[in-house]
């Protein structure tokens, strides 16, 4: 069992940064390959970025890639995700996840087993 807690959203004007952080408790994390998905109303959930165990690979969305860097710190058991030049667009409830099952696709929701309670990130004009 994997218990993931996000923090770190809010309110912020277009053009300006957030950092979301996801902590782990459970299960061994430095093991698993890490995601970070976002659902805006109406829309369905999702890919944004992931990581790799090791934070060796990662691999990002077209729509944020250049602006959004996720990065992790396993004696944490902490993932991140640092947004910049955020915009309208992007503003969603944000998710954490953790995918167990090796070679599974990072970028599909069906890959990750469990999943955080959300962070709303709502970005302004």
């Known amino acids: 069992q994997v218990q993931l807690v996000e923090s770190g959203g809010g309110l912020v004007q277009a053009g300006g940064s957030l950092r979301l952080s996801c902590a782990a408790s459970g299960r061994t994390f430095s093991s698993y390959t890490m995601g970070w998905f976002r659902q805006a109303p109406g829309k369905e959930r999702e890919f944004v970025a992931t990581?790799?165990?090791?934070?060796?690979?990662?691999d990002y969305a077209d729509s944020v890639k250049g602006r959004f860097t996720i990065s992790r710190d396993n004696t944490k058991k902490s993932v991140y995700l640092q947004m910049n030049s955020l915009k309208p667009e992007d503003t969603a409830e944000y998710y954490c996840?953790?995918?167990?099952?090796?070679?599974?696709?990072?970028?599909?929701?069906?890959?990750?087993?469990?999943w955080g309670q959300g962070a709303q990130v709502t970005v302004s004009t």
């Open positions: 996840a953790v995918a167990m099952n090796s070679g599974s696709n990072p970028r599909r929701r069906d890959s990750y087993n469990y």
């Open positions: 990581i790799s165990w090791s934070g060796g690979s990662t």
